[in-house]
C-alpha cells in the first residue's frame, strides 16, 4: 500500500532546477505497513518525494467531523465548488489558479454591484 501525505499551502516559492525541499510531517504509528510519499505542487508540476517505510491505521484516512470548519475550506467550497475544492486539496494542476480565477470573478461582481 502507498499513501500520499498532502499538505496544502495557498503560497509558494519557486523550485529552481536541482532544488530541494524540506518536508515536515506527523509520524503516525499503527498496525498497517506501507511506504509514505510527499506530493508536491510547484509551478503547476506535480512532484513526488522519495518514498519512506511506516505505519498507519485505517483512522488515519477518515476525514475528521471539523475539517469543514478550516477558513481555507469554507471559503473554497463557498466561492468555487466541490468539484475545484477536491482539485485543491489533492493538489492538481492549475487548480489555485481555477480557484484565483473564482475568486477575481467574485471580486469583480461585488465591485460592480457596489458602483449600482
Request: charge should be positive; glycine fraction near 4%.
Amino acid at each position: 500500500m502507498e499513501i500520499f501525505l498532502v499538505r496544502i499551502k495557498l503560497h509558494e516559492r519557486k523550485l529552481e532546477p536541482n532544488g530541494i525541499i524540506k518536508t515536515v510531517s506527523k509520524q503516525y504509528n499503527g498496525n498497517i505497513k506501507t511506504k509514505i510519499r510527499f506530493k508536491l505542487l510547484n509551478d503547476n508540476k506535480s512532484y513526488y518525494s522519495n518514498s519512506i517505510d511506516g505505519n498507519v491505521n485505517i483512522s488515519h484516512f477518515e476525514i475528521p467531523d471539523n475539517i469543514t470548519e478550516y477558513n481555507t475550506y469554507k471559503l473554497i467550497e463557498k466561492r468555487g465548488s466541490r468539484s475545484l475544492l477536491k482539485k485543491v486539496i489533492f493538489l492538481e494542476p492549475n487548480a489555485i489558479e481555477e480557484y484565483n480565477k473564482v475568486m477575481d470573478d467574485f471580486i469583480k461582481k461585488l465591485k460592480k454591484k457596489k458602483q449600482n
